[in-house]
């Protein structure tokens, strides 16, 4: 299952800098058959805690990230024990970045970034983590 998350990482074209060594981890409780649910579900950037609930009851209990000059970002997830991530995952969501195509590109990644701050809360509180 670890293998899953180093390669959805791997994927998303962002250095890892600020991902935790999951390396070790034995324990990943995202099910894959969630994780692919996810990814054909199209994202409602006005309704995150709804987003966030059909993804956790299908099993996938990822938190949402996203890559800037800095490394991997993932909001929420301050005060998280690495394990607690690396038990969980990160979805790297693509596009997100600092160096804007265009203003709609500029909006479009400032709405994501308040989505991706409410969804994680949202999951969160769902594995009684906050």
Not at 3 to 30: K, Q, R, Y
Not at 34 to 61: H, K, R, T
Not at 120 to 126: G, I, M, P, S
Request: glycine share 8%.
């Amino acid at each position: 299952m670890r293998v899953f998350f180093i390669i959805s990482v791997m994927l998303s074209g962002v250095s890892a800098n600020g991902m935790p060594d999951c390396s070790e981890s034995d324990v990943f409780m995202t099910s894959t058959y969630g994780m692919l649910l996810s990814a054909l579900l199209p994202i409602n950037v006005s309704s995150p805690e709804s987003d966030a609930q059909i993804n956790f009851e299908n099993g996938d209990y990822r938190l949402l990230g996203f890559g800037d000059y800095a490394g991997i970002k993932i909001p929420g997830s301050d005060y998280l024990d690495q394990n607690k991530i690396c038990e969980y995952g990160v979805r790297i969501l693509p596009g997100m970045t600092d160096a804007f195509e265009s203003s709609e590109h500029r909006v479009l990644v400032e709405k994501i970034r308040i989505y991706i701050k409410k969804y994680n809360a949202y999951l969160l509180n769902r594995l009684g983590i906050l």
